[in-house]
Antibody, heavy 118, light 107 residues
Framework: QVQLVESGGGVVQPGRSLRLSCAAS????????LHWVRQAPGKGLEWVAV????????YYADSVKGRFTISRDSSKNTLYLQMNSLRVEDTAVFYC???????????WGQGTLVTVSS | DIQMTQSPSSLSASVGDRVTITCRAS??????LNWYQQKSGKAPKLLIY???SLQSGVPSRFSGSGSGTDFTLTISSLQPEDFATYYC?????????FGPGTKVDIK
């Protein structure tokens, strides 16, 4: 069965960096695009970034462009999100999600909490 | 970026009620519209994709319609397990955007 397991969250000071990982299993990793979506405490869902199935294209939300970098390692079946220059407003649960064949997000991980605080 | 709006932002309903949630896009998105259900503390779950296609395993009381800029999610007979927050999301642009959500709670 499809599984996505995020890790790497924690408490970090403003201006510092953090890298999130998402370990994928149960499907052919190289056939699917992968996304990061976040949710601030008590707020709605915010799409963050996507990487194409082959890594050829990447897109970012304006709120993270220039600070966050999405990447993938097919040898490890793992998706990453490198987050630099973190801000208090980046505090959120970060989910990874698989891009379904019909341009949807068909499987989601359980999420990892990132708290940016001094 | 394509902006998504939803109405209402919240609603109270009873078991057995018919519930309708509306989503509007800031520009035409054809049928590149998906709906998700999120329960408290859990990851979102895909309900409807391509505006009207039911995701595998989702009960048939859920349905979606619309195209262009205006879309609707309907729950034909609300069940206790349907109390949750519902989000629309456009996939017309590779930079996805979500609506602000509609919280459905018990009257």
């Amino acid at each position: 069965q499809v599984q996505l397991v995020e890790s790497g969250g924690g408490v970090v000071q403003p201006g510092r960096s953090l890298r999130l990982s998402c370990a994928a299993s149960g499907f052919t990793f190289n056939n699917y695009g992968l996304h990061w979506v976040r949710q601030a405490p008590g707020k709605g869902l915010e799409w963050v970034a996507v990487i194409w199935y082959d890594g050829s294209k990447k897109y970012y939300a304006d709120s993270v462009k220039g600070r966050f970098t999405i990447s993938r390692d097919s040898s490890k079946n793992t998706l990453y999100l490198q987050m630099n220059s973190l801000r208090v407003e980046d505090t959120a649960v970060f989910y990874c999600a698989r891009g379904g064949g019909d341009s949807n997000l068909d499987y989601w991980g359980q999420g990892t909490l990132v708290t940016v605080s001094s | 970026d394509i902006q998504m709006t939803q109405s209402p932002s919240s609603l109270s309903a009873s078991v057995g009620d018919r519930v309708t949630i509306t989503c509007r896009a800031s520009q035409s998105i054809s049928t590149y519209l998906n709906w998700y259900q999120q329960k408290s503390g859990k990851a979102p779950k895909l309900l409807i994709y391509a505006a009207s296609s039911l995701q595998s395993g989702v009960p048939s009381r859920f349905s979606g319609s619309g195209s262009g800029t205006d879309f609707t999610l309907t729950i034909s007979s609300l069940q206790p397990e349907d109390f949750a927050t519902y989000y629309c999301q456009q996939s017309y642009s590779p930079r996805f955007t979500f609506g602000p959500g509609t919280k459905v709670d018990i009257k």
